[in-house]
């Protein structure tokens, strides 16, 4: 069983930053590779990037790429997804996701708002 619990969510203006975090359970998060998506109103939930479970490997998504990075402690069992320069079209709920023994977990999600 593992359980996720994201947070650092908030409005910001276009060209800001927000760091998210997302706390994790389970004994093995070291081997876990951590994904972040996101659903914006009115959209499918897409895929953000992800991190190995040593952290030496990351991937994004293009519209993403050279403004988010994804980093993680493993010892604090904890993910983060780092966001800057954001647009008013990064608006949505972000949502971190682990697959273990073939089963997704997700976190309840928390919302990032971009203004223009």
Known sequence: ??????????LVQAGGS???SCAASGRA???????????????????VGSITGSGGSTYYADSVKGRFTI?????????YLQ???LKP?????????TK???RDY??????????S
Request: glycine residues 12%.
């Open 83 to 85: 966001m800057n320069s």
């Open 29 to 47: 998060f070291s081997r876990y590779t951590m994904g972040w998506f996101r659903q914006a109103p009115g959209k499918e939930r897409e895929f």
């Open 71 to 79: 980093t993680r402690d493993n010892a604090k069992k904890t993910v």
């Open 18 to 20: 927000l760091r998210l």
């Open 1 to 10: 069983q593992v359980q996720l619990v994201e947070s650092g969510g908030g």
């Open 106 to 115: 997700w976190g309840q999600g928390t919302q990032v708002t971009v203004s």
């Open 100 to 102: 273990v023994v073939g």
């Open 89 to 97: 079209e990064d608006t949505a709920v972000y949502y971190c996701n």
